[in-house]
């Protein structure tokens, strides 16, 4: 250098967007974990027969709304403050919802009264495209106010440059759902659904991002119109593939179809018997059954939340602690385990990736086929 000469700085590079998230594998940097504060029972609907396990429908009927458990949403919740602080040892900035009482009564001109479900999911109302955070459409009248508890994060986030989209609200009426007019089961692949085609529904959860393709399912929760809509919102930066999985009482594709890493899919070798040309590249894995007890109260789901799992990159995923059979198999297949207590928490409806919404992870928009 020679005497006085003046150094320049080099420019800045470019920042990540306050939102930004285009698969569910690069590294994360900013997730929403739930809270199982408050939670109620849904009341008894034909949209809670068409997906809640047969062998709880009584309790269903019983104590629909009604407060859950206390004494397992307390212990969720002590579940979900662990989790949380694991992931902020990681290195990752954790947002939670507002506090919200679910037992206040509602009703639209529509349908009611009604009381709430709760905020633990986030995976079921928000989710991220890009730079985008999409408010879904769902079908569970109890569920209808659920975005309060979001609110003043989607408002910061919004304030701070990202895109905040709500989906058309839905009306909810009779004419929704396919209720007391055929007595045969309800089953999405036989065409029984307990959605109609009168407007577009649709849970979050249903989706999955791979880039620039996404993929979801019809389910109990989902119709086709509600693909139809994000579709054709996501066009032409997103393309949407209807995927063909085996399960009458679909709701949320994420316990069925688990991308890990760039050409690495999880799949449930019950739900999931074909895929897509365009996956003929990629290493199919298929894990081995669920441990948790038959007898572990799983009020909403089956016992296949043990793929209900969260990456954190391409190679640490975090996965329930009494798993041990998938997280052996996670390790022999050369990803990094992190064992999580969370048994309570699955008695609510979901797990990791359930239990959470990631805002921010470190990539760019890509395809990978």
């Not at 990456?311 to 998938?326: I, K, N």
Request: aromatic fraction near 12%; glycine fraction near 6%.
């Amino acid at each position: 250098m020679t005497p006085h000469a003046t150094v320049t700085p080099s420019p800045a590079g470019p920042t990540t967007p306050i939102v930004n998230s285009y698969t569910e594998w690069e590294p994360l940097e900013e997730v929403i974990v739930g809270r199982a504060d408050h939670a109620f029972i849904p009341r008894w609907h034909c949209s809670i027969e068409a997906t809640m396990p047969k062998r709880h429908w009584s309790w269903f009927q019983a104590h629909g709304g009604s407060p859950f458990p206390a004494e397992v949403t307390a212990a969720a919740a002590r579940e979900l403050d662990a989790f949380s602080m694991m992931l902020e040892r990681e290195g990752i900035k954790v947002r939670r919802p507002d506090p919200v009482d679910w037992s206040l009564p509602f009703q639209t001109p529509d349908f009611g009264p009604e009381t709430g479900l709760y905020g633990a999911m986030p995976r079921d109302s928000l989710i991220v495209f890009g730079t985008e955070i999409v408010e879904a459409p769902m079908a569970w009248r109890s569920r209808y106010f659920e975005f309060r508890c979001f609110r003043s994060l989607l408002k910061e986030y919004f304030q701070a440059g990202a895109r905040w989209t709500m989906a058309p609200r839905p009306q909810l009426s009779e004419a929704s759902f396919n209720d007391g007019t055929d007595a045969r089961p309800y089953d999405v692949q036989a065409g029984r659904s307990a959605v109609t085609e009168f407007e577009p529904v649709f849970d979050a959860a249903d989706f999955c991002r791979v880039g620039r393709d996404v993929f979801c399912q019809l389910s109990q929760v989902t119709n086709r119109f509600g693909v139809a809509w994000l579709a054709r919102h996501l066009e032409p930066t997103f393309r949407v593939h209807i995927l063909e999985v085996t399960d009458p009482n679909a709701m949320h594709i994420d316990a069925s179809f688990i991308p890990l890493a760039p050409g690495r899919l999880l799949r449930n070798p019950e739900r999931i018997q074909h895929l897509p040309d365009m996956f003929r590249d990629w290493e199919i894995l298929t894990p081995p059954p669920p441990a948790i007890p038959e007898e572990h109260p799983l009020y909403f789901t089956s016992r296949w939340l043990s793929l209900n799992v969260l990456s954190l990159d391409e190679r640490r995923v975090v996965v329930e602690a009494g798993e041990t059979p998938t997280i052996d198999f996670l390790k022999q297949n050369g990803f990094e385990p992190i064992p999580v207590p969370f048994r309570n928490f699955c008695s609510m409806g979901g797990a990791f990736h359930c239990a959470t919404c990631d805002i921010r992870r470190r990539g760019t928009l890509q395809s990978y086929f």
